[in-house]
C-alpha cells in the first residue's frame, strides 16, 4: 500500500548483524501491528504497538512506535538463518476501531550463515 | 495459533464457477476478516464480520460475499469466479482483550 510504506524492500545481512525495519505513514497509526511470513507460509504475529513512544521486545526482536505514531521500526539483534522472511507491518490508519487495517508491501529479510 | 483453520487449503477451479472458503474459529472471537494477498498488491481487506450476521465491506469487496450464521464460522464465496480472483485467500480473528489480529494458514486458489 503507498499508505504505509516499509524500507527496505528487500535486506540481506550476514548471520549475527543488527538489522532495522522501517514503516512509514503519512497518516496517524492508531495500531501498528508487525508479522513474519515465511514464503508460501501464514502470518505470525509478532507484535502491536499503540502508544506514541511504546517499545515491545519479543526475544531478539524490538518494534518501536515514535511519538508521533506516524513510523515504526523493527530492530533484530543478532539475526540468524531462523529470522528469514518477510516482515510485514499493517496498521489501522482510518480510526481506531482495529478493523481497516492497512499493510506495507513488506521486507523480504535474508540472513547469510 | 489462536484456534484459526481454513478450508479448503488448496483449490482450482474454472472461471464462471462459485466457489466458497470456510474459516473456523475456536475460541469465541467477535470479529473476524477475509484477506486476499498478491504480488505487487500485498495484503488487503475483502470483507469483515463483527458479530453473527454483522458484516462490512473492506477495501476490495467486489465479487465477494460473506456470511456468518454462526460464531464459529466465517464463509467467503464468489459467485461467479475470474481469473483475477486467483490469490491467496487469509482469514484472520482480532482478540478482543489487546486487539491482536491472528491470521489463519491461508488458502491457495487459482481460477483457471
Known amino acids: 500500500s503507498q499508505e504505509l510504506e516499509q524500507s527496505p524492500q528487500s535486506l540481506i545481512v550476514q548471520e549475527g548483524k543488527n538489522l532495522t525495519i522501517n514503516c512509514t505513514s503519512s497518516?496517524?497509526?492508531?495500531?501498528l501491528y508487525w508479522y513474519k511470513q515465511k514464503y508460501g507460509e501464514g502470518l505470525i504475529f509478532l507484535m502491536m504497538?499503540?502508544?506514541?513512544?511504546e517499545e515491545k521486545s519479543h526475544e531478539k526482536i524490538t518494534a518501536k512506535l515514535d511519538e508521533k505514531k506516524q513510523q515504526s521500526s523493527l530492530h533484530i539483534t543478532a539475526s540468524q538463518p531462523s529470522h528469514a522472511g518477510i516482515y510485514l507491518c499493517?496498521?489501522?490508519?482510518?480510526?481506531?476501531?482495529?478493523?481497516?487495517?492497512?499493510f506495507g508491501g513488506g521486507t523480504r529479510l535474508m540472513v547469510k550463515p | 495459533d489462536a484456534g484459526i483453520t481454513q478450508s479448503p487449503r488448496h483449490k482450482v477451479t474454472e472461471t464462471g464457477t462459485p466457489v466458497t472458503l470456510r474459516c473456523h474459529q475456536t475460541?469465541?472471537?467477535?470479529?473476524m476478516y477475509w484477506y486476499r494477498q498478491d504480488p505487487g498488491h500485498g495484503l488487503r481487506l475483502i470483507h469483515y464480520?463483527?458479530?453473527?450476521?454483522?458484516?462490512d465491506k473492506g477495501e476490495v469487496s467486489d465479487g465477494y460475499s460473506v456470511s456468518r450464521s454462526k460464531t464459529e464460522d466465517f464463509l467467503l464465496t464468489l459467485e461467479s469466479a475470474t481469473s483475477s480472483q486467483t490469490s491467496v485467500y487469509f482469514c484472520?480473528?482480532?482478540?478482543?482483550?489487546?486487539?491482536?489480529?491472528?491470521f489463519g494458514p491461508g488458502t491457495r486458489l487459482t481460477v483457471l
Open positions: 484472520a480473528i482480532r482478540e478482543r482483550r489487546y486487539n491482536e489480529q491472528f
Open positions: 497518516k496517524t497509526l492508531y495500531g
Open positions: 504497538l499503540q502508544k506514541g513512544g
Open positions: 499493517g496498521a489501522d490508519i482510518v480510526n481506531n476501531a482495529g478493523n481497516m487495517l492497512t
Open positions: 475460541e469465541n472471537h467477535r470479529y
Open positions: 464480520s463483527y458479530g453473527v450476521k454483522d458484516t
